[in-house]
């Protein structure tokens, strides 16, 4: 066997073992949403659906059409706060999670991500990067810069190797350099972005990829290096729009087929092997993976739902709690591990 498929297996099954070790940790994990209501909450979740705190960001909501509105680094969390422009930062505690910090936005922020010493918040226009010291983030920014589009449509924020990618919804996928992690330079446009490209949302990444939905052309993207690499349709399921990756696993969150797909990953490839894993109670706005647990939130124009799935070995979704409904407007989705 050649050497290079030898490697390709011990990832994958590596990736394997990491999931059915993540599923052993799940019963203490936590399940946060934000309320994203005009006094927007952060409202935190037992691994079987129990609400367990409900504590105020001290911003407020009204964010939309973006994933990422909520991250988790360890034990930090952060929120966006669209109507007041900045950033809520939570830490976990042996009594819950506690309110850290409020961090001003350049704009109105979308969406969120932490890497590289910094945490990075993507408003509607521009991208911005605050360096952290250890658990504080510093409140002013130590770099902005514009989005190439820039019209308002912003979806999400990830962070790959020396960069930023970034989703417009105006047909646009972009990368932002990081100089000491720090944003610089101008944005690029990704290369061999599809041709039928049609509304890039949601997106996942891991080490130098980047999994970018292409939603209204039903399609999937590996991005690397600025440039795209594969493109996968999703078959019977319509608008792929929010994605996750567990181990060798990739999971879409389907609107308005109010479904979710499984995909498994690998070098290149990104090869579907169960276009309904499971099903959703009304249109999903976000999708998360962590401790062995997949959340969702989804809509039904009327109220928002929390799903959470264990995952096991084989990414087979098992349904541990009924969609528990909250306020209509939940955004954004995270799982972190619980306090010891």
Same mark, same amino acid.
């Given at each position: 066997?050649?050497?290079?498929n030898?490697?390709?297996?011990?990832?994958?099954?590596?990736?394997?073992?990491?999931?059915?070790?993540?599923?052993?940790?799940?019963? #203490?994990?936590?399940?946060?949403?934000?309320?994203?209501?005009?006094? #927007?909450?952060?409202?935190?979740?037992?691994?079987? =659906?129990?609400?367990? +705190?409900?504590?105020a960001?001290?911003?407020?909501?009204?964010?939309?059409?973006?994933?990422?509105?909520?991250?988790?680094?360890?034990?930090?969390?952060?929120?966006?706060?669209f109507?007041? +422009?900045?950033?809520?930062?939570?830490?976990?505690?042996?009594?819950?999670?506690?309110?850290?910090?409020?961090?001003?936005?350049?704009?109105?922020?979308?969406?969120?991500?932490?890497?590289? =010493?910094?945490?990075?918040?993507?408003?509607?226009?521009?991208?911005?990067?605050?360096?952290?010291?250890?658990?504080?983030?510093?409140?002013?920014?130590?770099?902005?810069?514009?989005?190439?589009?820039?019209?308002?449509?912003?979806?999400?924020?990830?962070?790959?190797? =020396? +960069?930023?990618?970034?989703?417009?919804?105006s047909?646009?996928?972009?990368? *932002?350099?990081?100089?000491?992690?720090? *944003?610089?330079?101008?944005?690029?446009?990704?290369?061999?972005?599809?041709?039928?490209? #049609?509304?890039?949302?949601?997106? *996942?990444?891991?080490?130098?990829?980047?999994?970018?939905t292409?939603?209204?052309?039903?399609?999937?993207?590996?991005?690397?290096?600025?440039?795209?690499?594969? *493109?996968?349709?999703?078959?019977?399921?319509s608008?792929?729009?929010?994605?996750?990756?567990?181990?060798?696993f990739?999971?879409?969150?389907?609107?308005?087929?109010?479904?979710?797909?499984?995909?498994a990953?690998? =070098?290149?490839?990104?090869?579907?092997?169960?276009?309904?894993?499971?099903?959703?109670?009304?249109?999903?706005?976000?999708?998360?993976y962590?401790?062995?647990?997949?959340?969702?939130?989804?809509?039904?124009?009327?109220?928002?739902?929390?799903?959470?799935?264990?995952?096991?070995?084989?990414?087979?979704?098992?349904?541990?709690?009924?969609?528990?409904?909250?306020?209509?407007?939940?955004?954004?989705?995270?799982?972190?591990?619980?306090?010891?």
């Amino acid at each position: 066997m050649k050497l290079c498929n030898v490697r390709k297996m011990v990832c994958f099954f590596s990736s394997l073992a990491a999931a059915a070790a993540g599923a052993a940790g799940s019963q #203490n994990a936590l399940v946060v949403t934000a309320s994203n209501a005009s006094q #927007n909450q952060l409202l935190v979740y037992s691994s079987s =659906g129990q609400l367990m +705190q409900t504590v105020a960001t001290q911003g407020q909501g009204g964010v939309s059409g973006n994933a990422g509105g909520i991250e988790a680094k360890g034990d930090l969390v952060a929120v966006v706060n669209f109507g007041s +422009q900045n950033v809520s930062i939570f830490k976990s505690e042996s009594d819950g999670l506690q309110m850290k910090e409020l961090v001003p936005a350049a704009g109105s922020p979308v969406s969120v991500a932490f890497g590289d =010493g910094h945490l990075y918040i993507l408003d509607t226009t521009k991208v911005e990067s605050h360096r952290m010291f250890g658990a504080d983030v510093d409140p002013s920014p130590d770099g902005v810069v514009g989005l190439l589009v820039a019209d308002g449509s912003a979806a999400q924020v990830g962070v790959v190797q =020396g +960069q930023l990618i970034i989703t417009e919804k105006s047909n646009m996928i972009e990368t *932002v350099d990081l100089s000491d992690g720090a *944003v610089s330079g101008s944005p690029a446009m990704v290369q061999n972005i599809p041709a039928n490209v #049609n509304t890039p949302f949601g997106l *996942v990444t891991r080490g130098s990829d980047a999994y970018v939905t292409i939603a209204h052309a039903n399609q999937i993207s590996l991005v690397r290096d600025g440039a795209v690499l594969t *493109v996968t349709g999703s078959g019977t399921q319509s608008a792929p729009c929010w994605l996750t990756l567990a181990g060798p696993f990739l999971f879409s969150s389907n609107s308005p087929s109010m479904s979710v797909s499984r995909y498994a990953v690998y =070098g290149q490839k990104i090869v579907q092997d169960a276009a309904v894993a499971a099903q959703l109670n009304g249109d999903p706005t976000d999708i998360a993976y962590g401790e062995g647990l997949v959340a969702v939130i989804d809509s039904n124009g009327t109220v928002s739902h929390l799903s959470i799935f264990s995952v096991d070995a084989n990414g087979s979704l098992t349904l541990l709690q009924q969609a528990d409904t909250i306020g209509l407007g939940a955004n954004g989705v995270a799982v972190i591990p619980g306090a010891n």
